[in-house]
């Protein structure tokens, strides 16, 4: 379960937004929860011409002022919880891929913009190599937590991986209704020429991927009854982001290792579009 917890902080709003959707769920699992700041290289740099100890003391100057903000933005949270608070200085995907690794942590959660975001967030290259070298679920906040998540889209390929984000979305959010999620490629679209012969295929490939859907749901751990299973045929980012808008989803979840299209998610121009188009928060479960 979720026992250990990470939030990724830059002093931003969305940052903000972050912290206090993992107080939520923090909060609910009784985790431990921890909030890292990374003071990145280029300001270190400012400090290269300066003797060593003077250096030493303008990063402890630096620290002292970054924590003092730290918890005068903890005191403005509606939700008030314990969180522990820790500066690291370097790289800052590699600080938050280490502390991951090396203290067991369940859960991240970052921020859709802000200063260590570029472009929207996926062009930043510290937030990508945090989601791409993730073996844990990354949570990427783009709203103001000011809801609980009711209206959850989860994409699927049939896939293990796609199983596992599956539950990992159930375990986090039980008491949402899920709308289960498979696009896929109408290459038959292409194939038969025919109207009549197109149709009658597209009614028999529904049909089948209809039940395919139920029984993934079936075998999956989670509750039946809180999934709705649809299938359409399109392109995955566009449709995921279509699909998520008109059902007014409040959180898209996909799975980053399958077997089909959407084992792009989070490599290549599929990943990129769907991170920068989707207006809603991501939960990326690898």
């Not at 012969?197 to 139920?214: C, G």
Request: some cysteine; proline content about 4%; aromatic content about 10%.
């Amino acid at each position: 379960m979720f026992k250990k917890i990470v939030v990724a902080t830059d002093f931003s709003k969305h940052a903000r937004y972050a912290l206090n959707r993992a107080m939520q769920i923090a909060e609910l699992f009784q985790a431990e929860l921890t909030c890292i700041h990374v003071v990145q290289q280029n300001f270190l740099d400012n400090f290269k011409f300066l003797q060593p100890t003077n250096e030493e003391k303008h990063l402890q100057d630096h620290v002292k002022k970054v924590e003092t903000s730290f918890h005068k933005e903890l005191k403005k949270m509606p939700n008030q919880y314990p969180v522990r608070f820790i500066v690291c200085t370097g790289r800052v995907s590699d600080q938050i891929n280490q502390y991951v690794d090396n203290n067991g942590i369940d859960l991240v959660l970052m921020g859709a913009h802000g200063t260590y975001y570029l472009n929207d967030y996926i062009l930043g290259t510290s937030s990508e190599s945090v989601i791409k070298h993730a073996n844990i679920p990354v949570q990427l906040i783009k709203k103001n937590p000011e809801f609980s998540y009711e209206r959850i889209l989860v994409t699927t390929d049939f896939s293990e991986s796609s199983r596992k984000a599956t539950e990992t979305a159930y375990q986090l959010y039980p008491n949402a209704q899920f709308l289960l999620l498979h696009v896929s490629d109408v290459w038959y679209e292409k194939k038969n020429g025919e109207t009549t012969e197109r149709q009658s295929f597209h009614d028999e490939m529904h049909h089948i991927l209809q039940n395919k859907l139920m029984l993934f749901i079936k075998k999956a751990a989670v509750d039946p009854t809180r999934f709705v299973p649809k299938y359409i045929g399109g392109y995955p980012p566009n449709d995921i982001v279509e699909c998520a808008s008109t059902w007014n989803a409040q959180l898209v979840v996909a799975g980053t290792r399958g077997h089909s299209a959407l084992h792009y998610i989070l490599i290549g121009s599929v990943t990129n579009r769907l991170l920068r188009m989707c207006q809603t928060d991501i939960l990326i479960v690898p």
